[in-house]
Protein backbone atom coordinates (compact mmCIF):
# COMPACT_ATOMS: atom_id res chain seq x y z
CA UNK A 1 0.00 0.00 0.00
CA UNK A 2 1.69 3.64 -0.83
CA UNK A 3 0.34 6.51 1.10
CA UNK A 4 -1.19 9.77 -1.14
CA UNK A 5 -2.29 12.03 1.49
CA UNK A 6 -2.63 11.80 5.37
CA UNK A 7 -5.40 13.27 8.08
CA UNK A 8 -4.33 12.06 11.44
CA UNK A 9 -3.35 8.45 10.57
CA UNK A 10 -6.41 7.97 8.21
CA UNK A 11 -4.69 8.06 4.86
CA UNK A 12 -5.70 8.22 1.25
CA UNK A 13 -3.74 5.01 -0.44
CA UNK A 14 -3.10 3.16 -3.31
CA UNK A 15 -2.79 -0.73 -3.43
CA UNK A 16 -1.42 -2.42 -6.58
CA UNK A 17 -1.85 -5.76 -7.45
CA UNK A 18 -0.27 -6.74 -10.56
CA UNK A 19 -1.96 -4.86 -12.89
CA UNK A 20 -5.06 -4.67 -10.70
CA UNK A 21 -5.13 -0.90 -8.30
CA UNK A 22 -7.75 0.30 -6.02
CA UNK A 23 -7.48 3.35 -3.67
CA UNK A 24 -8.36 3.03 0.19
CA UNK A 25 -10.21 3.53 2.01
CA UNK A 26 -11.82 0.63 0.43
CA UNK A 27 -15.11 -2.21 1.12
CA UNK A 28 -14.47 -5.75 0.59
CA UNK A 29 -16.46 -7.28 -2.27
CA UNK A 30 -16.66 -3.91 -3.82
CA UNK A 31 -13.70 -2.59 -4.02
CA UNK A 32 -11.19 -5.49 -3.63
CA UNK A 33 -11.74 -9.24 -2.45
CA UNK A 34 -11.00 -11.23 0.58
CA UNK A 35 -11.10 -15.10 0.82
CA UNK A 36 -13.56 -16.21 3.53
CA UNK A 37 -11.78 -17.08 7.56
CA UNK A 38 -9.37 -19.75 7.31
CA UNK A 39 -9.07 -21.47 10.43
CA UNK A 40 -6.34 -23.48 11.74
CA UNK A 41 -7.92 -26.40 12.33
CA UNK A 42 -9.53 -26.23 8.26
CA UNK A 43 -6.25 -24.88 6.57
CA UNK A 44 -7.23 -24.35 2.99
CA UNK A 45 -4.72 -23.18 -0.42
CA UNK A 46 -4.67 -19.91 -1.24
CA UNK A 47 -7.58 -19.22 -3.87
CA UNK A 48 -8.16 -16.53 -6.35
CA UNK A 49 -8.57 -13.92 -4.31
CA UNK A 50 -6.91 -10.55 -4.03
CA UNK A 51 -6.15 -11.09 -0.77
CA UNK A 52 -6.21 -14.67 0.83
CA UNK A 53 -6.45 -15.10 4.18
CA UNK A 54 -3.77 -17.23 6.18
CA UNK A 55 -4.69 -19.90 8.38
CA UNK A 56 -5.03 -19.10 11.85
CA UNK A 57 -6.68 -19.52 15.48
CA UNK A 58 -9.88 -17.35 16.14
CA UNK A 59 -8.89 -16.36 19.62
CA UNK A 60 -11.42 -14.51 21.39
CA UNK A 61 -11.04 -11.20 23.18
CA UNK A 62 -10.79 -12.57 26.70
CA UNK A 63 -8.94 -15.39 25.69
CA UNK A 64 -6.38 -16.55 28.69
CA UNK A 65 -2.90 -16.73 28.75
CA UNK A 66 -2.13 -20.34 28.33
CA UNK A 67 -4.81 -20.86 25.07
CA UNK A 68 -2.97 -17.55 23.50
CA UNK A 69 0.71 -19.11 24.42
CA UNK A 70 -0.38 -22.36 22.62
CA UNK A 71 -2.12 -21.27 20.14
CA UNK A 72 1.43 -18.96 19.48
CA UNK A 73 3.11 -21.95 19.24
CA UNK A 74 0.65 -23.28 16.78
CA UNK A 75 0.88 -20.32 14.30
CA UNK A 76 4.44 -20.34 14.08
CA UNK A 77 4.37 -23.51 12.72
CA UNK A 78 2.44 -23.29 9.73
CA UNK A 79 2.82 -22.55 5.88
CA UNK A 80 2.08 -19.04 5.01
CA UNK A 81 3.37 -19.14 1.46
CA UNK A 82 0.81 -18.03 -0.86
CA UNK A 83 -1.09 -16.17 1.48
CA UNK A 84 -0.62 -12.21 1.56
CA UNK A 85 -3.31 -11.21 4.77
CA UNK A 86 -3.13 -12.32 8.37
CA UNK A 87 -5.69 -12.64 10.53
CA UNK A 88 -4.55 -10.53 13.73
CA UNK A 89 -6.71 -12.09 16.77
CA UNK A 90 -7.58 -8.51 18.94
CA UNK A 91 -6.85 -9.80 22.50
CA UNK A 92 -7.17 -8.08 25.52
CA UNK A 93 -3.30 -8.75 27.09
CA UNK A 94 -1.83 -6.54 24.38
CA UNK A 95 1.20 -8.07 25.30
CA UNK A 96 1.17 -10.68 22.87
CA UNK A 97 0.74 -8.16 20.44
CA UNK A 98 4.33 -8.22 19.47
CA UNK A 99 4.34 -11.83 18.93
CA UNK A 100 1.79 -11.29 16.12
CA UNK A 101 3.96 -8.72 14.67
CA UNK A 102 7.03 -10.75 14.41
CA UNK A 103 5.16 -13.72 12.24
CA UNK A 104 3.53 -10.19 10.29
CA UNK A 105 7.06 -8.75 9.97
CA UNK A 106 9.05 -12.07 8.90
CA UNK A 107 6.40 -12.86 6.31
CA UNK A 108 5.64 -10.08 4.35
CA UNK A 109 1.84 -9.92 4.78
CA UNK A 110 0.17 -6.94 3.15
CA UNK A 111 -2.42 -6.52 4.67
CA UNK A 112 -4.30 -7.43 8.25
CA UNK A 113 -8.08 -8.53 8.92
CA UNK A 114 -8.27 -6.99 12.63
CA UNK A 115 -10.43 -9.85 14.20
CA UNK A 116 -13.02 -9.51 16.73
CA UNK A 117 -14.07 -5.54 15.44
CA UNK A 118 -16.91 -5.88 17.03
CA UNK A 119 -16.44 -6.48 20.17
CA UNK A 120 -13.36 -4.28 20.43
CA UNK A 121 -15.49 -1.32 19.19
CA UNK A 122 -16.83 -1.31 22.64
CA UNK A 123 -13.00 -1.95 24.48
CA UNK A 124 -11.84 2.25 23.59
CA UNK A 125 -8.84 1.77 25.26
CA UNK A 126 -7.50 -1.74 23.37
CA UNK A 127 -9.51 -0.54 20.32
CA UNK A 128 -7.11 2.76 20.10
CA UNK A 129 -4.24 0.82 21.62
CA UNK A 130 -4.22 -2.33 18.99
CA UNK A 131 -4.41 -0.08 15.86
CA UNK A 132 -1.98 2.65 16.54
CA UNK A 133 0.81 -0.16 17.24
CA UNK A 134 -0.22 -1.89 13.94
CA UNK A 135 -0.29 1.42 12.25
CA UNK A 136 3.16 2.46 13.56
CA UNK A 137 4.85 -0.74 13.40
CA UNK A 138 3.33 -1.68 9.42
CA UNK A 139 2.91 2.04 7.57
CA UNK A 140 2.40 -0.36 3.98
CA UNK A 141 0.27 -2.69 5.52
CA UNK A 142 -3.30 -2.17 5.16
CA UNK A 143 -5.91 -2.68 8.14
CA UNK A 144 -9.09 -4.90 7.39
CA UNK A 145 -11.98 -4.24 10.13
CA UNK A 146 -15.45 -5.43 10.35
CA UNK A 147 -17.52 -2.56 11.48
CA UNK A 148 -20.77 -1.46 10.78
CA UNK A 149 -20.75 1.67 8.51
CA UNK A 150 -21.34 4.27 11.70
CA UNK A 151 -17.85 3.68 12.59
CA UNK A 152 -15.81 4.15 9.31
CA UNK A 153 -15.45 8.38 9.90
CA UNK A 154 -13.87 7.51 13.12
CA UNK A 155 -12.16 4.00 12.49
CA UNK A 156 -10.25 5.34 9.00
CA UNK A 157 -8.86 8.40 11.39
CA UNK A 158 -7.52 6.49 13.39
CA UNK A 159 -5.46 3.68 10.96
CA UNK A 160 -8.13 1.66 9.58
CA UNK A 161 -7.70 1.48 5.38
CA UNK A 162 -10.70 -0.92 4.58
CA UNK A 163 -13.91 -3.12 6.05
CA UNK A 164 -15.05 -6.14 5.16
CA UNK A 165 -19.10 -5.67 4.16
CA UNK A 166 -19.66 -9.28 4.36
CA UNK A 167 -21.37 -9.65 7.61
CA UNK A 168 -24.19 -6.63 6.48
CA UNK A 169 -26.11 -8.60 4.68
CA UNK A 170 -27.18 -10.31 7.99
CA UNK A 171 -28.45 -6.90 8.73
CA UNK A 172 -30.65 -7.21 5.55
CA UNK A 173 -31.23 -10.79 6.31
CA UNK A 174 -33.00 -9.18 9.19
CA UNK A 175 -34.77 -6.19 7.62
CA UNK A 176 -32.37 -4.28 9.10
CA UNK A 177 -30.91 -0.97 7.56
CA UNK A 178 -28.37 2.33 8.58
CA UNK A 179 -29.08 5.63 8.66
CA UNK A 180 -26.60 8.60 9.23
CA UNK A 181 -28.04 9.39 12.61
CA UNK A 182 -29.18 5.98 14.08
CA UNK A 183 -27.12 2.73 14.12
CA UNK A 184 -30.31 0.41 12.91
CA UNK A 185 -33.40 1.92 11.46
CA UNK A 186 -36.14 -1.10 10.71
CA UNK A 187 -37.04 -0.66 7.38
CA UNK A 188 -38.90 -3.07 4.69
CA UNK A 189 -35.92 -2.68 1.87
CA UNK A 190 -32.74 -3.35 2.82
CA UNK A 191 -29.77 -0.86 2.67
CA UNK A 192 -27.11 -1.37 5.19
CA UNK A 193 -24.77 -1.78 1.92
CA UNK A 194 -25.97 1.29 -0.07
CA UNK A 195 -25.19 2.58 2.86
CA UNK A 196 -21.76 1.39 3.51
CA UNK A 197 -21.14 2.82 -0.23
CA UNK A 198 -22.31 6.14 0.45
CA UNK A 199 -20.78 6.34 3.32
CA UNK A 200 -16.82 5.12 2.45
CA UNK A 201 -17.25 7.21 -0.64
CA UNK A 202 -18.35 10.36 1.76
CA UNK A 203 -15.06 9.72 4.08
CA UNK A 204 -12.99 9.69 0.56
CA UNK A 205 -14.57 12.72 0.11
CA UNK A 206 -13.52 13.89 3.30
CA UNK A 207 -9.69 13.06 3.46
CA UNK A 208 -9.11 15.05 -0.18
CA UNK A 209 -10.43 18.26 1.13
CA UNK A 210 -8.47 17.57 4.53
CA UNK A 211 -12.01 17.39 6.49
CA UNK A 212 -12.34 14.16 7.95
CA UNK A 213 -12.08 15.41 11.43
CA UNK A 214 -15.08 17.25 10.76
CA UNK A 215 -16.79 14.09 9.60
CA UNK A 216 -15.94 12.39 12.10
CA UNK A 217 -17.19 15.06 15.05
CA UNK A 218 -20.55 15.59 13.21
CA UNK A 219 -20.76 11.14 12.94
CA UNK A 220 -21.90 10.75 16.89
CA UNK A 221 -24.59 8.27 16.43
CA UNK A 222 -23.20 5.75 19.63
CA UNK A 223 -21.68 6.77 22.45
CA UNK A 224 -18.71 4.42 21.38
CA UNK A 225 -17.54 6.64 19.02
CA UNK A 226 -17.61 10.16 21.11
CA UNK A 227 -15.71 7.67 23.37
CA UNK A 228 -13.17 6.59 21.42
CA UNK A 229 -12.22 9.85 20.08
CA UNK A 230 -12.07 11.03 23.29
CA UNK A 231 -9.46 7.98 24.35
CA UNK A 232 -7.80 8.97 21.17
CA UNK A 233 -7.99 12.69 21.76
CA UNK A 234 -6.56 12.62 25.85
CA UNK A 235 -4.36 9.51 25.78
CA UNK A 236 -2.76 9.22 22.38
CA UNK A 237 -2.67 12.93 21.02
CA UNK A 238 0.99 13.02 20.17
CA UNK A 239 -0.23 9.59 17.88
CA UNK A 240 -2.81 12.11 16.09
CA UNK A 241 -0.56 14.79 15.94
CA UNK A 242 2.48 13.18 14.35
CA UNK A 243 0.35 12.41 10.75
CA UNK A 244 -1.80 15.52 10.93
CA UNK A 245 -0.73 18.01 8.31
CA UNK A 246 0.77 21.05 9.00
CA UNK A 247 -2.34 23.17 9.24
CA UNK A 248 -3.11 25.55 5.89
CA UNK A 249 -6.60 26.00 6.17
CA UNK A 250 -8.73 27.77 8.96
CA UNK A 251 -9.69 25.08 11.66
CA UNK A 252 -13.50 25.21 12.18
CA UNK A 253 -14.06 24.34 16.09
CA UNK A 254 -17.85 22.71 16.07
CA UNK A 255 -18.12 20.68 19.29
CA UNK A 256 -16.56 19.85 22.40
CA UNK A 257 -13.98 17.26 20.74
CA UNK A 258 -12.73 20.19 18.81
CA UNK A 259 -10.90 21.67 21.02
CA UNK A 260 -8.85 18.65 21.81
CA UNK A 261 -7.90 18.24 17.88
CA UNK A 262 -4.17 17.44 17.13
CA UNK A 263 -4.06 21.38 15.54
CA UNK A 264 -4.39 22.50 19.42
CA UNK A 265 -1.90 20.17 21.03
CA UNK A 266 0.70 21.39 17.81
CA UNK A 267 0.25 24.94 18.62
CA UNK A 268 0.61 24.55 22.55
CA UNK A 269 3.83 22.65 21.90
CA UNK A 270 5.40 25.22 19.46
CA UNK A 271 4.51 27.75 21.57
CA UNK A 272 5.94 26.56 24.51
CA UNK A 273 9.00 25.32 22.53
CA UNK A 274 10.04 27.77 19.83
CA UNK A 275 8.82 30.83 20.62
CA UNK A 276 11.29 33.63 22.12
CA UNK A 277 10.56 36.85 22.61
CA UNK A 278 12.46 39.33 21.21
CA UNK A 279 15.46 40.50 22.57
CA UNK A 280 14.37 44.36 22.97
CA UNK A 281 11.32 44.01 24.94
CA UNK A 282 10.66 46.58 27.38
CA UNK A 283 7.01 46.22 28.41
CA UNK A 284 4.66 43.40 27.51
CA UNK A 285 0.89 43.63 26.78
CA UNK A 286 -1.88 40.97 26.70
CA UNK A 287 -4.88 41.56 24.29
CA UNK A 288 -8.50 39.33 23.97
CA UNK A 289 -8.72 37.52 20.66
CA UNK A 290 -11.22 38.84 17.82
CA UNK A 291 -13.69 37.43 15.63
CA UNK A 292 -11.86 38.55 13.06
CA UNK A 293 -8.36 36.87 11.24
CA UNK A 294 -5.93 38.39 11.53
CA UNK A 295 -6.27 39.93 14.66
CA UNK A 296 -4.87 43.21 13.07
CA UNK A 297 -7.00 43.57 10.74
CA UNK A 298 -10.03 43.27 13.21
CA UNK A 299 -11.84 46.83 14.53
CA UNK A 300 -10.95 46.16 18.07
CA UNK A 301 -7.34 45.15 17.43
CA UNK A 302 -7.07 48.22 15.84
CA UNK A 303 -8.21 50.47 18.29
CA UNK A 304 -6.03 48.97 20.70
CA UNK A 305 -2.75 49.63 18.41
CA UNK A 306 -4.12 53.25 18.40
CA UNK A 307 -4.32 53.53 22.06
CA UNK A 308 -0.87 51.81 22.77
CA UNK A 309 0.99 54.58 19.48
CA UNK A 310 -0.87 57.48 21.74
CA UNK A 311 0.45 56.47 24.66
CA UNK A 312 3.85 55.07 23.65
CA UNK A 313 5.21 56.81 20.62
CA UNK A 314 8.68 55.38 19.08
CA UNK A 315 8.35 52.99 21.80
CA UNK A 316 5.83 50.55 20.45
CA UNK A 317 8.94 48.96 19.15
CA UNK A 318 9.67 47.98 22.16
CA UNK A 319 6.56 46.73 22.79
CA UNK A 320 5.46 42.58 22.57
CA UNK A 321 1.79 41.53 22.60
CA UNK A 322 0.65 38.42 23.50
CA UNK A 323 -3.04 37.31 22.62
CA UNK A 324 -5.20 35.47 25.05
CA UNK A 325 -7.93 33.19 22.95
CA UNK A 326 -9.81 29.31 22.75
CA UNK A 327 -8.33 26.72 22.17
CA UNK A 328 -4.93 27.89 21.33
CA UNK A 329 -4.26 29.62 24.27
CA UNK A 330 -1.82 32.46 23.73
CA UNK A 331 -0.91 33.81 20.20
CA UNK A 332 2.34 35.41 20.11
CA UNK A 333 1.57 38.76 17.73
CA UNK A 334 4.50 37.65 15.36
CA UNK A 335 2.02 34.22 14.53
CA UNK A 336 -1.14 35.43 14.39
CA UNK A 337 -1.72 34.65 10.53
CA UNK A 338 -0.77 31.26 11.71
CA UNK A 339 -3.20 31.37 14.02
CA UNK A 340 -6.30 30.31 11.37
CA UNK A 341 -9.30 29.10 13.30
CA UNK A 342 -12.75 29.98 13.99
CA UNK A 343 -14.85 29.37 16.69
CA UNK A 344 -17.89 30.32 18.43
CA UNK A 345 -17.78 33.33 20.59
CA UNK A 346 -20.07 33.00 23.58
CA UNK A 347 -17.79 34.40 26.40
CA UNK A 348 -18.17 31.13 28.48
CA UNK A 349 -15.20 29.16 28.63
CA UNK A 350 -15.05 25.51 30.39
CA UNK A 351 -12.30 24.19 32.45
CA UNK A 352 -11.32 22.51 29.43
CA UNK A 353 -10.14 25.54 27.97
CA UNK A 354 -9.45 27.72 31.24
CA UNK A 355 -6.81 25.57 32.69
CA UNK A 356 -4.91 24.88 29.57
CA UNK A 357 -4.77 28.54 28.37
CA UNK A 358 -3.42 29.52 32.01
CA UNK A 359 -0.79 26.89 32.24
CA UNK A 360 0.49 27.88 28.52
CA UNK A 361 0.57 31.45 29.22
CA UNK A 362 2.26 31.11 32.38
CA UNK A 363 4.67 29.11 30.67
CA UNK A 364 5.32 31.79 28.12
CA UNK A 365 5.70 34.82 30.87
CA UNK A 366 8.20 32.94 32.46
CA UNK A 367 10.34 33.59 28.91
CA UNK A 368 10.45 37.53 29.39
CA UNK A 369 13.14 39.02 31.46
CA UNK A 370 11.87 39.77 35.25
CA UNK A 371 12.11 43.43 35.01
CA UNK A 372 9.60 43.43 31.97
CA UNK A 373 6.40 44.80 33.68
CA UNK A 374 3.39 42.92 32.13
CA UNK A 375 -0.09 44.82 30.97
CA UNK A 376 -3.28 43.09 30.45
CA UNK A 377 -6.23 44.78 28.89
CA UNK A 378 -8.41 42.06 29.03
CA UNK A 379 -12.58 41.09 30.16
CA UNK A 380 -14.81 38.46 31.13
CA UNK A 381 -12.98 34.82 31.35
CA UNK A 382 -9.71 36.31 29.89
CA UNK A 383 -9.12 38.03 33.51
CA UNK A 384 -9.29 34.83 35.40
CA UNK A 385 -7.14 33.22 32.68
CA UNK A 386 -4.64 35.80 33.02
CA UNK A 387 -4.94 36.24 36.83
CA UNK A 388 -4.19 31.96 37.26
CA UNK A 389 -1.17 32.36 34.81
CA UNK A 390 0.10 35.41 36.86
CA UNK A 391 -0.46 32.86 40.24
CA UNK A 392 1.62 30.02 38.32
CA UNK A 393 4.35 31.87 37.13
CA UNK A 394 5.17 34.62 39.85
CA UNK A 395 4.95 37.30 37.54
CA UNK A 396 2.58 40.05 38.48
CA UNK A 397 -0.05 41.32 35.91
CA UNK A 398 -1.52 45.18 36.08
CA UNK A 399 -4.71 44.86 35.31
CA UNK A 400 -6.03 48.35 32.86
CA UNK A 401 -9.79 49.28 34.34
CA UNK A 402 -11.88 47.55 31.61
CA UNK A 403 -15.67 48.66 31.25
CA UNK A 404 -18.31 47.82 29.00
CA UNK A 405 -16.29 45.77 27.08
CA UNK A 406 -12.32 46.47 26.06
CA UNK A 407 -12.95 48.29 23.22
CA UNK A 408 -15.65 51.36 24.69
CA UNK A 409 -13.79 54.76 25.29
CA UNK A 410 -13.64 54.01 29.00
CA UNK A 411 -11.49 50.86 28.44
CA UNK A 412 -9.38 52.27 26.22
CA UNK A 413 -8.90 55.43 27.95
CA UNK A 414 -7.80 53.54 30.99
CA UNK A 415 -5.41 51.61 28.47
CA UNK A 416 -3.54 54.69 27.17
CA UNK A 417 -3.25 56.13 31.04
CA UNK A 418 -1.65 52.87 32.02
CA UNK A 419 0.69 52.40 29.29
CA UNK A 420 1.98 56.31 29.35
CA UNK A 421 3.49 55.63 33.25
CA UNK A 422 6.21 54.33 31.13
CA UNK A 423 8.66 56.13 29.14
CA UNK A 424 9.87 53.85 26.59
CA UNK A 425 12.03 55.24 23.38
CA UNK A 426 12.33 53.03 20.13
CA UNK A 427 15.11 53.64 18.12
CA UNK A 428 14.97 53.53 14.06
CA UNK A 429 17.32 50.10 14.89
CA UNK A 430 14.15 48.90 16.79
CA UNK A 431 12.34 49.50 13.71
CA UNK A 432 14.29 47.54 11.87
CA UNK A 433 14.53 44.92 14.13
CA UNK A 434 10.90 44.50 15.03
CA UNK A 435 10.30 44.18 11.30
CA UNK A 436 12.76 41.33 10.78
CA UNK A 437 11.68 39.57 14.02
CA UNK A 438 8.11 39.01 12.39
CA UNK A 439 9.41 37.15 9.75
CA UNK A 440 12.24 35.32 11.60
CA UNK A 441 9.29 34.26 14.19
CA UNK A 442 7.60 32.48 11.38
CA UNK A 443 10.38 30.62 10.55
CA UNK A 444 11.02 29.28 13.95
CA UNK A 445 7.29 27.70 14.03
CA UNK A 446 7.96 25.80 11.01
CA UNK A 447 11.40 24.73 11.75
CA UNK A 448 12.50 25.47 15.12
CA UNK A 449 14.13 28.42 17.09
CA UNK A 450 17.30 29.59 14.96
CA UNK A 451 15.53 28.65 11.87
CA UNK A 452 14.70 32.85 11.34
CA UNK A 453 17.89 34.25 12.48
CA UNK A 454 19.65 31.16 9.91
CA UNK A 455 17.16 32.82 6.49
CA UNK A 456 17.25 36.18 7.98
CA UNK A 457 20.35 37.34 9.87
CA UNK A 458 21.55 40.98 10.49
CA UNK A 459 23.40 41.49 7.44
CA UNK A 460 20.27 39.67 5.51
CA UNK A 461 17.95 41.77 2.95
CA UNK A 462 14.22 42.14 2.54
CA UNK A 463 13.67 42.69 -1.10
CA UNK A 464 9.57 43.34 -2.40
CA UNK A 465 6.61 44.89 -1.25
CA UNK A 466 3.59 42.13 -1.07
CA UNK A 467 5.87 38.68 -1.09
CA UNK A 468 8.99 39.25 0.47
CA UNK A 469 12.71 37.84 -1.07
CA UNK A 470 14.86 37.12 1.77
CA UNK A 471 18.52 37.14 0.78
CA UNK A 472 22.31 36.74 2.42
CA UNK A 473 25.35 37.50 0.58
CA UNK A 474 23.28 37.94 -2.20
CA UNK A 475 21.91 34.90 -2.73
CA UNK A 476 17.93 34.19 -2.21
CA UNK A 477 17.16 31.95 1.03
CA UNK A 478 13.21 32.24 1.24
CA UNK A 479 10.34 34.06 0.93
CA UNK A 480 7.30 35.11 3.19
CA UNK A 481 4.00 36.39 2.75
CA UNK A 482 1.43 37.00 5.12
CA UNK A 483 2.87 33.52 7.02
CA UNK A 484 3.55 32.03 3.83
CA UNK A 485 6.79 30.80 3.74
CA UNK A 486 9.08 29.09 0.77
CA UNK A 487 13.06 28.15 1.18
CA UNK A 488 15.55 27.84 -1.23
CA UNK A 489 17.99 25.10 -0.95
CA UNK A 490 20.79 27.77 -0.21
CA UNK A 491 18.19 28.58 2.68
CA UNK A 492 17.52 25.28 3.52
CA UNK A 493 21.42 24.44 3.92
CA UNK A 494 21.45 27.34 6.39
CA UNK A 495 18.77 25.91 8.65
CA UNK A 496 20.36 22.65 8.58
CA UNK A 497 23.41 23.93 9.25
CA UNK A 498 21.98 25.99 12.55
CA UNK A 499 19.59 24.02 13.71
CA UNK A 500 19.75 20.68 12.09
CA UNK A 501 15.77 20.21 11.87
CA UNK A 502 13.23 18.59 8.65
CA UNK A 503 16.13 16.88 7.01
CA UNK A 504 15.38 14.16 4.63
CA UNK A 505 18.93 11.76 4.43
CA UNK A 506 19.39 9.63 0.74
CA UNK A 507 22.68 8.29 -0.17
CA UNK A 508 22.02 8.60 -3.55
CA UNK A 509 21.98 11.38 -6.59
CA UNK A 510 18.87 12.97 -6.36
CA UNK A 511 17.36 13.11 -10.25
CA UNK A 512 13.21 13.82 -9.12
CA UNK A 513 11.05 12.71 -5.92
CA UNK A 514 12.48 10.70 -2.76
CA UNK A 515 10.95 7.05 -2.15
CA UNK A 516 10.35 5.90 0.89
CA UNK A 517 12.57 2.74 0.02
CA UNK A 518 15.11 5.42 -0.59
CA UNK A 519 15.30 7.35 3.11
CA UNK A 520 18.04 6.05 5.65
CA UNK A 521 17.19 8.33 8.32
CA UNK A 522 14.45 11.07 8.70
CA UNK A 523 13.84 14.08 11.33
CA UNK A 524 11.19 12.53 13.33
CA UNK A 525 9.95 16.27 13.51
CA UNK A 526 8.31 15.49 9.86
CA UNK A 527 5.03 15.97 9.65
CA UNK A 528 3.04 15.31 5.99
CA UNK A 529 2.79 18.73 3.72
CA UNK A 530 6.39 19.99 5.88
CA UNK A 531 8.97 21.93 3.60
CA UNK A 532 11.70 19.72 4.13
CA UNK A 533 15.55 19.64 3.11
CA UNK A 534 16.61 16.37 1.16
CA UNK A 535 20.19 15.85 2.47
CA UNK A 536 23.27 13.73 0.94
CA UNK A 537 26.42 13.58 3.03
CA UNK A 538 25.61 16.69 4.70
CA UNK A 539 24.73 19.11 1.76
CA UNK A 540 21.11 19.98 1.28
CA UNK A 541 20.47 18.33 -2.67
CA UNK A 542 16.67 19.45 -2.61
CA UNK A 543 13.58 20.80 -0.91
CA UNK A 544 10.36 19.52 -1.31
CA UNK A 545 7.10 18.87 0.80
CA UNK A 546 6.93 16.12 3.05
CA UNK A 547 3.66 13.22 2.50
CA UNK A 548 4.86 11.00 5.38
CA UNK A 549 5.75 11.81 8.67
CA UNK A 550 9.76 11.48 9.52
CA UNK A 551 9.07 8.51 11.76
CA UNK A 552 6.63 7.15 8.99
CA UNK A 553 9.43 7.50 6.21
CA UNK A 554 12.17 5.50 7.92
CA UNK A 555 9.78 2.73 8.31
CA UNK A 556 8.19 3.00 4.76
CA UNK A 557 9.03 0.33 1.78
CA UNK A 558 6.90 1.52 -0.93
CA UNK A 559 5.09 5.33 -2.07
CA UNK A 560 6.83 8.92 -2.39
CA UNK A 561 8.01 10.25 1.08
CA UNK A 562 9.34 13.71 0.01
CA UNK A 563 7.79 15.49 -3.53
CA UNK A 564 10.94 17.37 -4.65
CA UNK A 565 10.07 21.13 -5.66
CA UNK A 566 13.95 22.30 -6.10
CA UNK A 567 17.21 20.88 -6.70
CA UNK A 568 20.53 22.56 -5.84
Known amino acids: MEIIKHEGPGRLGVVRLGDYSFRTPALVGIDFTLSPFNSFFHPKEPGEYDFNLAPSIPLGFYTPDEVIQKALGRLWSVNYEGFNAFYLPALRRTEYLEEFFKIIERHNFEAVYLGNSKILIKEHRYFVKIIRELRERFPNVMIIADLEPFFYPLAVYLGVDAFDTRSLKLYDFEGKGFTQF ?56 DYLEKYTPIQRETVYFISDASIRRPEVRRWHERVAERFVPPKNVELLLIFPCSAKKPYSFSRSHTLYRKAVKEALGSGIFKVHELILTSPFGVVPREWEWLAKYDIVVTGHWNEEEIKPAAELLAKTLEKYPENVPIIAHLDEAYVEIAKLASELSGREVIFTDVKNGTTSHESLSSLTETLREFQLEGTKEDRTYRYFENIRKVFDFYFGIGAGEAILPENGQVKGSKMLRIFVDGRQTGTFKDGVISVTPFGMQRIYDAVKSYWVKIDFELRGDVFAVGVNEADPRIRPDDIVGVVRDEEVVGVGKAVLSGEEMARAKKGVAVKVRKRA
Open 182 to 237: SPFLWSSEPNSLDFAREVILLVRRALEEGKLRYLVENFFPTQYNAGILRIADLEHP
